[in-house]
T-cell receptor
């Protein structure tokens, strides 16, 4: 199984809502990532988990809260988002190690109204 | 700080023609990745180039890496419409331990016209 899955595929939320994005992989990867991608731009790293511990936080606002409940799951909790947070949110996973290839999920397209 | 630049940003080409996308990066790295992204879709891994002089080919795409020049190229041979997509190169930036951060190039939007 070489697949990273993400749910939901699309999400519309108001600025006062609380929602969560979910990512799952069963490749035995011990590193998982959240990226944000705006239209016509490259993906930008938000968070990295390595062995279920947060190892990189790219100065992301606290309205984004990551969680890694186990080695296969990665969540991104959203609260009080702004319209400018509307984007494609991509999850990726890789073997834990320097320069291992990252495999991306299909993404969640988020619209904040 | 590692920076990755691609050119051109947009490439319109006719079917059957050849062209090259260039990827320059600012600091030493011995592994470079190429990804493809279709509109509204996720990123698909195309190539991983592991060392200086590495060359990989898949169908009409061929990627190469020159670590001394900090340059990778993605060559398209006899383009077909199915190759229309955005292509990203990416370089890993080491954070220590088992962690790496992928720095993406600006992307090249390829449009193959019939």
């Amino acid at each position: 199984d070489t697949e990273v899955t993400q749910t939901p595929k699309h999400l519309v939320m108001g600025m006062t809502n609380k929602k969560s994005l979910k990512c799952e992989q069963h490749m035995g990867h011990r590193a998982m990532y959240w990226y944000k991608q705006k239209a016509k731009k490259p993906p930008e790293l938000m968070f990295v988990y390595s062995y279920e511990k947060l190892s990189i936080n790219e100065s992301v606002p606290s309205r984004f809260s990551p969680e890694c409940p186990n080695s296969s799951l990665l969540n991104l909790h959203l609260h009080a988002l702004q319209p400018e947070d509307s984007a494609l949110y991509l999850c990726a996973s890789s073997q834990a190690g320097y320069q291992e290839t990252q495999y991306f999920g299909p993404g969640t397209r988020l619209l904040v109204l | 700080e590692l920076k990755v630049e691609q050119n051109p940003l947009f490439l319109s080409m006719q079917e059957g023609k050849n062209y090259t996308i260039y990827c320059n990066y600012s600091t030493t790295s011995d592994r470079l990745y190429w990804y493809r992204q279709d509109p509204g879709k996720s990123l698909e891994s195309l190539f991983v180039l592991l060392s200086n002089g590495a060359v990989k080919q898949e169908g009409r795409l061929m990627a190469s890496l020159d670590t001394k020049a900090r340059l990778s190229t993605l060559h398209i041979t006899a383009a077909v419409h199915d190759l229309s997509a955005t292509y990203f190169c990416a370089v890993a930036s080491y954070y220590g331990g088992a962690t790496n951060k992928l720095i993406f190039g600006t992307g090249t939007l390829l449009a193959v016209q019939p």
